[in-house]
């Protein structure tokens, strides 16, 4: 469990002298699924890759990063409960104000309806396809995803989400639905936690970058060994990285 873990993280060595600890990462790559979905080549790859770089010197603390993949085992296995219990059980006792959080997400998503009761699920590796109500009732909310990390302490937000479309269809995604505004709506993150009044300087901040345009899709690349998406992030933070600064900025990523 996450607790039994505590006593030994902080017995820990802390990493490459270098390594920022008030920065945190929640990596998910989710590539084989059960049934009749389409599988995808690369997620888990994708999440590997992201976390080795976000380590590399003078990067994150190892222990300052969860990730959880199709082929993770126990709690490093990306089912629906595991994802939400990273999020409550690891860093929400750890994160605190001032800290910055990355969080990938890599597999398929899906959008059902339209307009403002859309709503909008990645699929965990134990997501049921079967119908509506069933993806409904295993997948990941989206909007519950997001409440659940708008709850933490932290500062600033940085979210990377390779998924959208509809219907299992080969690519990195689903085919007839595009990413949706509803996506874009609810990948916002809300201070929801109860705080004393803070100067606006320190109010938390967010970024997403989408691997598509709304109409466009997201593919996966055989050649790169990657989604496509997720090969030009990690391209571009490896050249900001080397950067004389050695800060990744947001702005300069885009």
């Excluded at 945190?24 to 890759?49: C, E």
């Excluded at 059980?89 to 605190?96: A, E, H, I, S």
Aim: with cysteine; hydrophobic share 35%; charged share 20%.
């Amino acid at each position: 469990s996450y607790d039994s873990r505590t006593s030994a993280e902080n017995t820990a060595p802390a990493g490459n002298p270098g390594s920022n600890p008030n920065q945190w990462a929640l990596l998910i790559g989710v590539g084989d699924y059960p049934g009749n979905t389409v599988d995808l080549k690369y997620p888990g790859a994708d999440a590997r890759s992201i976390k080795d770089l976000l380590i590399s010197s003078p990067g994150l603390r190892e222990n300052h990063v969860r990730l959880l993949t199709d082929d993770g085992v126990g709690d490093a296995r990306a089912t629906k409960q595991n994802i939400f219990d990273a999020i409550d059980q690891y860093l929400g006792p750890r994160v605190q104000p001032g800290h910055e959080i990355i969080i990938f997400l890599a597999g398929h998503g899906i959008v059902d309806g339209v307009g403002a009761q859309a709503k909008s699920y990645f699929l965990s590796v134990d997501t049921d396809i079967q119908s509506k109500e069933t993806v409904a009732r295993s997948a990941i909310d989206m909007e519950e995803l997001i409440r659940k990390l708008s709850a933490l302490k932290a500062s600033q937000f940085t979210l990377f989400y390779d998924a959208c479309r509809e219907d299992p269809s080969p690519g990195r995604g689903f085919k007839g639905n595009p990413l949706t505004d509803v996506t874009a709506r609810i990948l916002t993150m809300v201070p929801t936690r109860i705080q004393q009044p803070r100067p606006e300087a320190l109010a938390p901040t967010s970024v997403v970058f989408y691997a598509c345009q709304i109409g466009e899709r997201a593919f996966e690349s055989a050649q790169l060994q990657h989604g496509v998406f997720t090969y030009y992030i990690l391209r571009g933070l490896r050249e900001l990285a080397d950067r004389p600064a050695g800060r990744v900025g947001a702005g300069r990523l885009a």
